[in-house]
């Protein structure tokens, strides 16, 4: 029974019934409750430190796991855009085709999967004729251009994307200088 003694229980002096409390015997016990308060103190600040670290850590990882869904599928749609490209130019010749009934299926497949992107967090990034700006846009030309579209994209040459309001893929565009 030794082992299960608190580390002050040996400190306690043994009063009887019949003994009067002297000086001394007060003094040590208030001592040790002086020494009980602070280590109790002390484990009470161990706890509420250590519940407030798991609480920022549960919500860390709430976060992460929140940013990790919504970004999973980003490798998967990344090479679904160069398709979604490909579309584009595709639908594009259709148009100037003279025989838009026959691709009218081309078309609606072109639609669904544009539909699906988009259900997916896919948004297009919507630059032409917008202020140049680094940080959504990749210049692959400059050049001269009236007053009115000096420093704006004049033409885009491969459209940027957000994923779920993330920038995804720099919009490659010419610019008015």
Do not use: W
């Not at 082992?3 to 229980?9: A, F, S």
């Not at 002390?42 to 976060?63: I, P």
């Amino acid at each position: 029974m030794e082992e299960n003694k608190l580390p002050l229980e040996e400190e306690v002096p043994n009063l009887s019934t019949e003994e009067a409390p002297t000086a001394e015997n007060v003094e040590t016990i208030e001592s040790i409750k002086i020494k009980m308060q602070e280590e109790n103190d002390e484990l009470k600040d161990k706890y509420v430190r250590l519940m407030a670290e798991f609480e920022n850590f549960k919500r860390r990882t709430a976060q992460e796991r929140i940013v990790l869904h919504q970004t999973a599928g980003k490798d998967i749609i990344m090479l679904l855009l160069d398709v979604l490209d490909d579309c584009d130019r595709a639908e594009n010749q259709i148009k100037k085709s003279e025989e838009k009934e026959s691709n009218l299926g081309i078309l609606l497949i072109l639609n669904r999967l544009r539909i699906i992107l988009q259900q997916k967090g896919v948004q297009e990034m919507e630059c032409l004729h917008t202020e140049f700006d680094t940080e959504k846009h990749e210049a692959i030309s400059i050049v001269d251009s009236p007053e009115e579209m000096k420093g704006k994209v004049i033409e885009v040459l491969q459209k940027g994307y957000y994923l779920n309001e993330k920038l995804i893929r720099f919009a490659k565009v010419i610019v008015g200088k």
